[in-house]
């Protein structure tokens, strides 16, 4: 159906002068970038806030994206509802239009991003640029056009708003029911309301339009679409900014009003205050190496864990999963994330998120277990799998050795307590110790005694121990302990499969293992997978032939799970050497295959994009968590040359789609940015290749470094920001081979404990007290600095 316009004249123009607008883009002469390549142009794109963020695709258009809310999770959110579709922009000069949804170029910016237009038969340049203010719910838009002709010329700018003012995924579920919406003109701007909810958009430019009007909305379509028009004056080698807010609530219209306005007045300072923060983001554990990509990976990491940050004050505040269409709140995905984001230094937000899973939790649980998947409006979609609660009782032990307040362990253990007697008691029906459930693979019927949940169960022990040994429980302590003991010797010896050189994905019986072998061949027949279809036809056989009414371990899918008791360090050394160059071979350039059986002959040669199934799925994936928990346990394992070829297989995804960005799945599908990628790259280099262990109750940092070859010319850590000290640490191999590695920290009255390979050291600078063979350094208190070296 034909679309009809119907606009309303104004009659009083009241502009702003050119003084008062002022171009953003100034900002960023000094500014990291990274430019996008043509053929990503249609694809998409964040510009992120904690409180509203826009997506879109790099050309500028907004066509529907997601599956969460099909067709809904880009445009313009303010969780937890959506404000606008999205907009589109026109200029027009003498009867000629130039569309701005088809940009030459986009470039990304930590806080910010531009989409360039070039007319060329007018010699007109349009830059887009916009960012969204920090804890403000609206985003700014700004318009650069320029003249670079030496001919006056006049246009005509359009800007049409799609107002779509929707609940978030599971609104229904918290009675957030849509209406249509409908908007008035007021004041030189847009004001759309839904009908029967409190949820507004406002959106207009620092200057009076020249008319204004709406379009009828869309048969089915419960958003409506409003013009904005303003004549533009061009003179010869010159430029016009044209600066746009968008703003809502899903409070009240005085709320989204004081929000435009707000924005509009101070867009500036607010832009100058959020790259201030950014830069400072970036300067906590400051990363310098010779590899200039990997580098760079790191320092965006920092940027993209910010964008994830999702604020909703009524709720609360932590990192979602990933955008577009996780953006909310999970258990698992902030367990592994947080780790990441405390070794870089962003601890407010790691506390803050930490605090929202518990108190959610224990809301609907009450008995300690923690939540999978929780959306924005406060509702959960799944109470939790398996895995989240003992990860949990790792995640409080790893956070207080960098934060050493013991309050925070009291405030958290109750929650550590009760499920971990959840876990044991509900879930280990045959008293084995190894508790049934899901755990992070997400595949029909592998439900039973998982090795990810075992090998977690196990660390939560160890950890809960070490929890009640600093809250003087001694006893639980013990006790915690000898289940640790006991998990660690049956892991590698019930759920080790000599036969594969792996652990195996799970324990079962033959029943469920042949009708998972089923349902895996005609996976592995979908894909085209005949080695795979080998394999599992022998398998089946192997398990009729020789039938068992006990519990067996079962290697079938080759899931990257099974690398989790490395990743925890619990796997003996023979196993663990085996298991590691097993899983070497379900790879391919990018990383480690989710499901090792999806591997095929074009493993380690493919270097194009991924082809994602029409309905969104992880079949055949290669992903950035597998990749970042391998180069942790080959870390663990003293191979840090062969976790380091992990990251540079990760690092090779870095901006390949979404420029300053890495995706979910490698190189270019699922989520364009995801949390947990920080711990795929801060735990190797922060905690391993640096060796940085801290324990700051006890004002102790211990210093293992473990560096791969590549870095022996030079690598640099700087600022890593422990409770209330910050350590640096310089390494370096000399002509000789030889080891010098400086150490410096800021707060007086901490240990900096070195533990170094074998050998025989000479202190340079500081002062401080060796061991007998001098491999440990006590690096004294009373210093700031210390250097030693290798003779």
């Not at 085209?528 to 036809?537: C, H, Q, T």
Request: charged share 20%; hydrophobic share 40%; glycine share 8%.
């Amino acid at each position: 159906m034909k679309s009809i316009f119907l606009f309303f004249l104004v009659l009083l123009l009241v502009g702003c002068s050119e003084e008062n607008s002022r171009s953003i883009s100034e900002l960023f002469t000094d500014s990291p970038a990274i430019m996008g390549k043509a053929e990503y142009l249609d694809s998409p794109y964040v510009t992120a806030g904690n409180r509203v963020y826009m997506v879109g695709h790099q050309n500028g258009s907004f066509p529907p994206l997601g599956w969460h809310i099909k067709g809904e999770m880009g445009g313009i959110w303010n969780h937890p509802i959506k404000l606008l579709d999205g907009f589109e922009g026109k200029l027009t000069i003498k009867g000629d239009s130039l569309k701005l949804d088809t940009a030459q170029e986009f470039i990304n910016y930590p806080f910010a991003n531009k989409h360039i237009y070039i007319w060329e038969s007018k010699g007109i340049t349009i830059e887009r640029w916009q960012f969204v203010p920090d804890d403000l719910q609206g985003i700014f838009v700004q318009f650069v056009l320029k003249n670079t002709t030496n001919q006056d010329q006049q246009g005509n700018f359009e800007f049409i708003g799609h107002s779509d003012l929707i609940p978030t995924w599971l609104g229904e579920r918290t009675q957030m029911t849509d209406d249509k919406d409908s908007a008035n003109f007021e004041k030189d701007k847009w004001v759309v309301k839904d009908n029967s909810n409190e949820w507004y958009a406002v959106f207009g430019a620092d200057q009076a339009p020249t008319s204004h009007g709406q379009i009828l909305e869309k048969p089915g379509h419960n958003g409506i679409s409003n013009t904005l028009e303003y004549t533009i004056d061009l003179p010869s080698q010159s430029q016009k900014i044209l600066s746009f807010v968008i703003a809502g609530s899903y409070n009240s219209k005085s709320d989204a009003l004081q929000t435009y306005n707000q924005i509009g007045l101070d867009y500036f300072n607010l832009a100058t205050q959020k790259k201030d923060r950014y830069a400072k983001l970036v300067s906590q554990s400051k990363l310098t190496i010779p590899d200039a990509s990997l580098q760079e990976t790191f320092e965006w990491l920092k940027y993209n864990s910010d964008w994830l940050v999702r604020t909703v004050p009524e709720i609360g505040t932590g990192i979602g999963a990933g955008i577009p269409d996780y953006p909310w709140w999970f258990g698992v995905d902030s367990e592994y994330a947080l780790k990441g984001y405390m070794a870089v230094g962003q601890d407010n937000i790691v506390e803050q998120t930490i605090q929202l899973l518990d108190s959610v939790s224990m809301a609907i649980n009450g008995n300690g277990k923690i939540l999978h998947e929780m959306s924005t409006n406060g509702s959960v979609f799944n109470e939790g799998n398996i895995n989240e609660t003992p990860q949990f009782a790792s995640l409080i032990w790893e956070i207080y050795t960098w934060n050493g307040n013991k309050e925070f362990l009291r405030k958290y253990f109750p929650t550590i307590q009760k499920g971990l007697s959840w876990l044991m008691e509900a879930n280990d029906s045959n008293k084995n110790l190894f508790p049934d459930g899901f755990g992070m693979m997400e595949i029909h019927g592998l439900d039973s005694e998982m090795i990810d949940v075992a090998a977690y169960t196990q660390r939560a022990f160890v950890d809960a121990s070490k929890i009640a040994v600093e809250l003087d429980k001694d006893d639980l302590a013990k006790n915690y302990q000898e289940l640790a003991t006991q998990l660690k010797e049956k892991i590698n010896s019930e759920l080790w499969s000599e036969e594969f050189n792996s652990f195996a994905d799970f324990l079962g019986t033959d029943e469920q293992a042949v009708h998972l072998i089923e349902d895996a061949i005609i996976r592995a027949d979908t894909l085209n997978k005949p080695w795979a279809i080998e394999e599992l036809e022998a398998t089946k056989k192997q398990i009729l032939n020789n039938p068992s009414n006990r519990l067996r371990p079962f290697v079938l899918h080759h899931n990257w799970v099974v690398n989790t008791p490395m990743e925890m360090g619990i796997a003996d050394s023979a196993k663990a050497f085996s298991a590691l160059d097993t899983a070497k071979k379900f790879t391919n350039p990018f990383g480690v295959f989710v499901t090792g059986i999806d591997r095929d002959d074009s493993a380690g040669k493919d270097f194009g994009s991924f082809e994602g199934s029409k309905v969104f799925s992880y079949t055949g994936a290669v992903m950035t968590l597998p990749t970042g928990v391998q180069a942790i346990a080959e870390n663990n394992y003293g191979r840090p040359d062969e976790a380091l070829d992990y990251l540079q297989r990760m690092t090779r995804s870095f901006s390949y789609a979404l420029p300053g960005s890495m995706y979910e799945v490698s190189p270019d599908y699922g989520m364009m940015a995801q949390a947990w990628n920080i711990y795929a790259f801060a735990i190797p280099v922060v905690q391993q290749f640096f060796g940085i262990q801290p324990m700051a109750s006890q004002k102790k940092v211990i210093i293992r470094p473990q560096m791969p070859k590549a870095w022996d010319s030079g690598a640099k850590l700087e600022n890593v920001k422990i409770a209330d000290n910050s350590v640096s640490i310089a390494y370096q191999k000399n002509e000789q081979g030889n080891i010098e590695l400086t150490v410096s920290q800021t707060a007086p009255n901490w240990t900096i404990q070195l533990e170094l390979p074998q050998g025989d050291y000479e202190i340079i600078e500081g002062k401080a007290e060796t061991t007998r063979n001098a491999a440990t350094v006590t690096f004294l208190s009373s210093n700031q600095k210390l250097k030693v070296k290798e003779n």
